[in-house]
């Protein structure tokens, strides 16, 4: 072949990639045209309010999504409406609907995104609002976490099995590791003994089942005695008195002497 064909043979090649590269800039572009940006993502019918009725309508599905009945659902509603001053916000979202969410991710440690999606909600609303009935519940402890003050607990004069044996008994104390999300700069700390992150919370409760004292925030890799060692210095530990003693469930009796007032 002569040297004016080659020269032919390479033009229309280095034409076509001109003509290829030209017809795949223009569908990238038309591409780019017909996505449209910032589409908004939560436009369900369902919104969180609505979602809240449904569910508080049925007893069954309302302890099955918070974990308790109606009715109790409602009282907490109240109760953070007349003591923690918390009101529906401003674009409509209601106090049940702040509680739904907040119990969602306590009761079945739902991810943020996942509440964000049934309520309709971005994820910071959903964290300001976890945020703001988390502090709420907190404040209401002095009133609803305390010991009764009875010289023998009901539940222990009533049962044969427990009285006369455990009438000095006020209570009893364990502890339990809460799966912990914290920066991997102090995640060694946190790693307890079966290699997950978790802190210790140690919580003392009454015959009847009611909390009267919890601690929180210590590492998982902490030792229970030594949880309870610190908190027992502490002024709002719910020290024995009179006699009295506290059952510690799986502690190790470091100073079983101490339990005894």
Known sequence: MSRHGNSRRNDNQSRDAQLMGIYLALEIAAAEESVPRNIPCRTSRLQGRYYIEEVLGNDTRCYENFRMNPHVFHNLCDTLRANCGIRN?????????MVGMFLMVVAHSTR???????????????????????HGIHSLSPTYIRRRNVDVQPEIQSCRKWYPFFQNCIGAIDGTHVSACVP???????????????????????????????????????????????????????????????????????SIAYIFS
């Open 89 to 97: 916000s401003r674009n409509g979202m209601t106090v049940e609907e």
């Open 112 to 134: 943020l995104v996942v509440v964000a999606e049934r309520f309709q909600h971005s994820t910071e609303t959903v964290s300001r609002v976890i945020k703001v009935i988390a």
């Open 184 to 254: 991997s700069s102090v995640r060694g700390a946190y790693r307890d003994r079966n290699n997950e992150i978790t802190q210790n919370v140690l919580a003392a409760c009454s015959h009847d089942m009611m909390f009267t004292y919890v601690v929180t925030g210590w590492e998982g890799s902490a030792h229970d005695s030594r949880i309870l060692s610190d908190a027992a210095t502490l002024e709002l530990f719910p020290a024995p008195y009179g006699g009295k003693f506290v059952m510690l469930i799986s502690y190790v009796p470091f």
